[in-house]
């Protein structure tokens, strides 16, 4: 489409991710003239939901860009004037580090391998292949693939297939590594191979005859059915987000689904979390006692400000000290502290009852939990606001780099930016997502890291009758100083995963590599797809059939005054924080906004759009519309339900 | 016993390049207008009009690109929960035409399997002009599936009989699928949406 940009806004916004976009929206909703650039092909930044295809291509671009070189600046330096100065911007994105894949699923081998093809359709392998061979559509790294094989005779074995070299390695370390550096993307193919290899593989396919077997084929097949966040988040039903969407009337174009079940582990169980009334008197682990003592101390979290008699004294405490002296078992104080505050057990008496508070508050706004989930994921957030943006008036271009800022010298302030075409665009202010920022920016500045873990597992983490869960689980941390990590497993009808899979997001804050900070938990929760299940207990676990490991850089705590060299009208929005809740976002674009507009409403709501008059219309619109109903549900208007009036209930 | 009047409610979703005359359909529809030299409309989200199809009332809720077209970003959440689509060339632009593909990939990717998508050649009062012949269309739209129509939102050519045609073919489907409603698997549109303040429901 060779249609040109124009060259004058009221605001540039570079970069698509949940604070850019809400403010895209606001702007745009207030009158301004909005440009909203990405430089990458997708929406959202590191708030994106990708397909399966799609998060391998992603995987390949962190790596690529990790090898990229800088460009010759230039182009674009001729096009500065004397009067001005020029401040670049950043060219690749170092925000993602330390990728790993490990593909667990057998990776049936039907297509390119005609002569291993023969052998995998003997009875002994087709439920447990033994084949590993990279994956096709992703080629995520060019290095060579190992891979492992058990079952297969050696004269097989020995055989080269295509550009694949088999080997056959130790059992004892399933992992196949390939260069493990820092940057880098790294695949490692594990062998789903029998531990044990004398073991008949035949006695290992009869051992599970009840569980799907999911193979990489399918999830590669189906897998634009996956959307998968970047960002594992959840909407808090009282939250600041959901506020937002319903003021803004941006939550038209999104569908929500409730988070079903919080959960809790301890002592290496999966348990469900009682927190609704009705959860708590229907609750089977706990006795008579236990239940009224927490319902009397929920009841005082409500409206613990009214008895100050009751904390004062523990002001100075922990909250996890405090619940001890609240005549809790212990069971009930694991349940308060990590399920439903949800704090590190370091976080003060007040900021637990406000925690606790919040959680009660939010439950039964929409449901029995106080948690929403978007379907298709979290990335549809951002480009909701986007779609309010452009319905305002706001240009969008994706793909589309930006080269500089132009600083007049005279006034300080930036007026314009050059693109990747050496075009110039004026505009009076400017916003900028920390990542595009360059190195000379930045070097005060000091990031925090979020460790994230993607799993593609083939059971719940706790069964219950029905398959389609939302569960969310804190996961304390196994030692002192070590940070709680975040579980979030999303069924396939939050059209985030094909059928007969869970999707599983692992958060916490990073210490180490992702892979070091969640290894752990992911071993106490899953089983590796095809590894011996000896013990019964052992059978019960979920197995993994996919995982994905990265650092994301938090860019959330970032004062303005770290950066260097900003002029006064750009202003800067920080990636994903490691909060559960997307109160930062909104809180920094509101507070941007009204930096920027002082005047002006924030995302107030737009009008009707039965009650839009145009201009030259003489005609109203035709039916006496007075709602606007969202959805057109026509498959199961039983389950369709609208979210209307906050602090109302659904209606079923 | 339903608080809202109508039977059915539909959303359909209007594709294709920029400037082939999408948001002049919707208009010409809902409002019988033309609106000439008309641009990009702002703040207007989607349009409705509520047709009676063989006594039943189909509230049909129109959502146009808002724009985003123009530099090919188009969010992907425009697709979602989306029960027809309408992808729309010039066929006075032969580049509106061999966009299409383009086009089909982004709806694979991102709408519903059970989407009706309809392909509309637009402009046939300019038919001095044209540079996409019927037949090409017709092959075109065969091959891929599609139902085909060549509309004028000027003249109001074809405008309603692609709406109404459309209307019905989505009345049927949708009747097909209650009847065969043991799917397992979700469809989209069966979360919940919120919607503002002062939209509840008055029953």
């Known amino acids: ?652 | 016993m339903s608080m809202e009047d109508y039977d059915f409610l539909f959303k359909i979703v209007l594709i294709g390049n920029a400037g082939v005359g999408k948001t002049c359909l919707v208009r010409r529809f809902t409002q019988g207008l033309f609106p000439p030299g008309q641009g990009a409309t702002i703040g207007v989200d989607f349009m409705i009009k509520t047709v009676e199809i063989n006594g039943e009332k189909v509230k049909l809720q129109i959502w146009d690109t808002a724009g985003q077209e123009r530099f090919r970003s188009i969010t992907q959440s425009y697709y979602r929960s989306a029960n027809a689509l309408i992808l729309t060339y010039d066929i006075t632009c032969e580049e509106s035409f061999r966009c299409l593909p383009e086009w089909l990939r982004e709806i694979e990717q991102y709408a519903s399997n059970k989407v009706i998508t309809v392909l509309v050649g637009n402009k046939i009062d300019l038919a001095e002009r044209r540079e996409v012949s019927q037949q090409r269309a017709e092959e075109f739209s065969e091959a891929q599936d599609m139902y085909y129509l060549e509309t004028s939102a000027k003249e109001s050519d074809n405008v309603e009989k692609l709406f109404l045609d459309l209307a019905c073919r989505l009345i049927s489907e949708a009747r097909q699928n209650t009847l065969v409603n043991n799917v397992s698997s979700p469809l989209p549109g069966e979360g919940k949406s919120i919607s503002y303040l002062t939209c509840c429901n008055f029953n």
């Open chain 1, 1 to 652: 489409m060779a249609d040109s940009l124009p060259t004058e806004f009221d605001v540039v916004i570079i970069g698509t991710g949940l604070p850019e976009s809400i403010l895209a929206a606001a702007c745009s909703r207030s009158g301004q003239r909005v440009l909203h650039l990405d430089s990458r092909s997708y929406y959202g930044g590191n708030w994106a939901s990708f397909s399966f295809s799609g998060l391998l291509s992603w995987l390949k671009e962190c790596q690529q860009n990790s090898d990229f070189e800088e460009e010759s600046a230039a182009v674009w330096q001729d096009l500065i004037r004397e009067t001005e100065a020029a401040i670049t911007l950043c060219r690749k994105d170092e925000t993602i580090q330390h990728t790993e894949v490990f593909c667990y699923a057998s990776q049936d081998v039907d297509d390119n391998m005609e002569e291993t093809d023969a052998l995998q359709r003997t009875p002994s392998s087709e439920a447990s292949s033994t084949l590993t061979k990279p994956p096709d559509s992703a080629c995520l790294a060019e290095e060579t693939h190992h891979v492992t094989s058990y079952e297969m005779p050696a004269k097989d074995t020995a055989k080269n297939v295509g550009k694949i070299s088999l080997e056959i390695t130790d059992v004892e370390e399933t992992l196949v590594k390939e260069s493990n550096c820092g940057d880098k993307t790294c695949i490692h193919t594990v062998s789903d191979g029998d531990k044990d290899e004398n073991k008949p593989v035949v006695k290992d396919n009869t051992d599970q005859p009840k569980r799907n077997s999911i193979t990489y084929s399918q999830i590669v097949k189906e897998g634009r059915r996956f959307n998968i966040d970047l960002v594992s988040k959840l909407l808090y039903s009282q939250g600041l987000l959901i506020d937002l969407l319903i003021k803004s009337n941006v939550s038209r174009y999104a569908e929500f689904k409730n988070v079903t079940r919080i959960l809790t582990f301890r002592e290496g169980k999966v348990e469900q979390v009682p927190c609704s009334r009705a959860d708590v008197f229907n609750s089977k682990a706990l006795t008579m006692v236990e239940k009224r003592m927490l319902m009397k101390f929920l009841t005082f979290c409500v409206d613990y400000e009214q008895h100050p008699d009751e904390y004062q004294a523990f002001m100075q405490c922990s909250f996890s000290e405090y619940l001890k002296t609240k005549k809790l078992t212990p069971s009930l104080q694991h349940f308060v502290l990590h399920s439903i505050a949800m704090t590190e057990s370091s976080c003060t008496t007040i900021d637990g009852l406000k925690a606790t508070k919040n959680f009660l508050q939010c439950l039964g706004r929409f449901g029995n939990t106080p948690f929403l989930f978007p379907l298709y994921g979290q990335g549809e957030i951002p480009q909701c606001f986007c779609r309010m943006c452009a319905v305002f008036g706001g240009i969008y271009c994706l793909r589309h780099k930006v080269q500089c800022f132009v600083v007049d010298k005279e006034s300080g302030r930036c007026k314009a930016i050059i693109d990747h075409f050496g075009q110039r665009i004026n505009a009076k202010y400017f916003i900028v997502e920390d990542s595009y920022l360059s190195e000379d920016t930045c070097s005060n500045v000091r990031y925090k890291q979020i460790s994230r873990a993607v799993l593609i597992t083939d059971q719940s983490i706790l069964k219950t009758d029905s398959d389609q869960q939302i569960s969310i689980l804190i996961v304390p941390p196994a030692e002192p100083g070590t940070c709680a990590v975040r579980v979030i497993e999303l069924c396939s009808s939050t059209m985030t995963c094909m059928k007969d899979t869970y999707l599983v997001h692992l958060t916490c804050s990073s210490s180490k590599t992702a892979r070091e900070d969640l290894e752990s938990v992911v071993k106490k929760l899953f089983i590796p797809y095809g590894e011996t299940e000896i013990d019964k207990e052992e059978v019960t676990k979920p197995r993994l059939l996919w995982a994905l490991y990265f650092n994301m850089r938090d860019s959330s705590g970032i004062s303005r005054s770290s950066y260097n060299g900003l002029p006064s009208n750009i202003y800067v929005c920080s990636g994903p924080d490691c909060g559960l809740g997307n109160e930062h976002a909104v809180r920094q674009a509101q507070t941007l906004f009204q930096e920027i507009f002082p005047s002006e409403e924030f995302c107030p709501p737009p009008p009707n759009p039965d009650d839009i008059i145009f201009d030259g219309d003489d005609k109203q619109p035709e039916a006496p519309e007075t709602k606007n109903i969202i959805i057109a549900k026509l498959e199961s208007s039983e389950e369709c339900k609208n979210l209307e009036s906050p602090g109302k209930h659904l209606q079923n």
